[in-house]
C-alpha cells in the first residue's frame, strides 16, 4: 500500500515523513517544486500515473496576515486544490483549523459546530471543508490548533529566541486554546487513521469486510489539559527555561494583527475515545 503524503517540508508534514520513514510504510512525498498542487490538471496525472491508496495533504498557505491581501494564492492552495484532490477518487487525510469558527468564549467547540470564518484564511479552509462534504469519496478532515513543535518555526521557536534577547514580552492574553504538539499529532493520525485506512483498503481488494476505519466526516485533535491563552503557554515553558523576564499580557486589538484570530480556539473531540496528551506534559 502506498501513501502520497502533500506538504511535506512544513511543520506537520515533516513529521509524518519522519513517521512514514521511521516505520517503513511506503510513501511519496512529492515537492511542491516537482507537483504544485496548484496545477491540477498535472496533480491528477501525477495521481493517476503514482496510484497511491491514500493520500495525506499537510499543504496549506498558513501566513494568515498575508492572506489578508494575497487571498487569491490563499484560496488556491488551501480550497481549489483540495477540491481538486477529491476528484482523484482516492481516500484523502486533509488538515483544517479552528479559523472555520467564531465560537464564544467557554465553548469547547465539537465537530459539528456551525463554521463562521472571520478571515481570509478561515474562510479558505472553510471552503475547502465544504469541497469535501461534496466531493463522493472518503475523506477525512482533521481540525487542530495551535501547532509547534521542537524544532520547526512556530510560536515556541520564537518566543525561546526573543527570551534570549529581552526581558519583557508582549505577549496576547485574550485568546485562548490548547497548543498541540506536532509530533504527537502526526503520532496519532498514523495509528488511528493511516494504518486502519490502508488495512481497510487492503481487505476491500482482497473482497473482505472493511474493519477498523473511522467514518468518513470531521475529526477534532488537540492536546488535552486546561485551556490557556498565548500568553498562558508562553510562561509556562519559558518557567521551564529557567527565564526571569517578565510578560506583559496585551489585548488581540491592542496587537494589531491584520487577520482576525479567533478568541475561542478549544476543540472538543466527541468522536474517538482516544485522546492526546496533556499539553503541559510535552515540556
Not at 498557505?61 to 492572506?67: G, L
Not at 502526526?186 to 485506512?197: G, M
Not at 527555561?241 to 487577520?259: D, F, L, R
Request: with cysteine.
Amino acid at each position: 500500500m502506498k501513501i502520497c503524503l502533500f506538504g511535506s517540508t512544513g511543520l506537520l508534514g515533516s513529521e509524518f515523513k519522519k513517521l512514514f520513514a521511521a516505520q517503513n510504510l511506503n510513501f511519496i512525498a512529492p515537492k511542491s517544486n516537482d507537483v504544485s498542487l496548484l496545477k491540477h490538471d498535472k496533480v491528477l496525472e501525477y495521481l493517476k500515473t503514482e496510484k497511491p491508496d491514500l493520500i495525506v495533504n499537510c499543504a496549506a498557505y498558513t501566513a494568515v496576515d498575508k492572506a489578508e491581501t494575497n487571498k487569491d494564492i490563499c484560496f488556491k492552495l488551501n480550497a481549489e486544490a483540495v477540491e481538486n484532490l477529491t476528484k482523484a477518487g482516492i481516500p484523502l487525510i486533509n488538515f483544517s483549523t479552528e479559523y472555520v469558527f467564531n465560537a464564544p468564549a467557554g465553548l469547547e467547540i465539537p465537530e459539528d459546530y456551525a463554521r463562521d470564518p472571520q478571515s481570509v484564511y478561515g474562510q479558505s479552509k472553510a471552503k475547502a471543508e465544504a469541497a469535501l462534504e461534496a466531493s463522493e469519496g472518503d475523506w477525512w478532515n482533521i481540525r487542530t490548533s495551535w501547532l509547534w513543535s521542537d524544532g520547526s518555526n512556530n510560536f515556541v521557536s520564537t518566543i525561546k529566541r526573543l527570551s534570549e534577547k529581552y526581558d519583557e514580552l508582549k505577549i496576547i492574553d485574550d485568546q485562548i486554546g490548547r497548543p498541540t504538539y506536532a509530533p504527537e499529532l502526526a503520532a496519532f493520525v498514523v495509528e488511528h487513521f493511516v494504518k486502519p485506512i490502508l488495512s481497510s483498503e487492503f481487505e476491500l481488494s482482497s473482497n473482505s469486510v472493511r474493519t477498523r476505519i473511522p467514518d468518513k466526516g470531521h475529526y477534532h485533535l488537540q492536546n488535552q489539559g486546561v485551556p490557556v491563552s498565548w500568553a498562558g503557554f508562553a510562561q509556562y515553558f519559558l518557567n521551564q527555561t529557567g527565564w526571569h523576564g517578565t510578560i506583559k499580557k496585551i489585548s488581540t486589538e491592542a496587537y494589531g494583527a491584520p487577520a482576525a484570530r479567533p478568541k475561542n480556539s478549544v476543540l472538543k473531540n466527541t468522536k474517538l475515545a482516544d485522546q492526546l496528551s496533556d499539553w503541559k506534559t510535552r515540556f
